[in-house]
């Protein structure tokens, strides 16, 4: 078997451009064209828009613009909502941790509720004994963030096999 040699030519003549071709470069280029007058039109627009706008809104004496009445309601939302964040949260979570560290498969946490006018916290949460949640109430007495945290209430769970302790705490903020 013999194969039939290989002949490359690196030398040709250029091919005319078609009709074709022609044509659909002329209509790129036209709607090129187009979508920029169009681009033009529309930046002009915008900018005597807010000419008009400029001239419409009401000036204040110093050359600013007229402050805005806010709505009460948001602003009373926006004040509660930078309440609730100011709250030590880092130390409380800290001190919780390090209270159920040795005891933390006896007890779990089960819900935080913290009333920042009365600048206190609910916690409430689940011991597998009563020894156990006393023993937790002990450790956030002895940790220091909390103020007089006391046992509030405590239910034994017989609806569960474990019978687990729900119990609930409350303390206050130290400032």
Known sequence: MTTASLQLDFVTERRKASMVGLLVLAFGVAGAAWTLVDYRDLVVRADLAEMQLAAATPRSAKGGRAPVKADTRSLDDAAAA???LSLPW????DQLEAAGQDASRDVALLSIEPDRE???VRIGAEARTLPAALVFAERLQQAGTLEHPLLDSHKVRTDQRERPVYFELTAGWKQ
């Open 82 to 84: 930078v309440a609730e």
């Open 90 to 93: 880092s130390q409380l979570l």
């Open 118 to 120: 009365k600048r206190r």
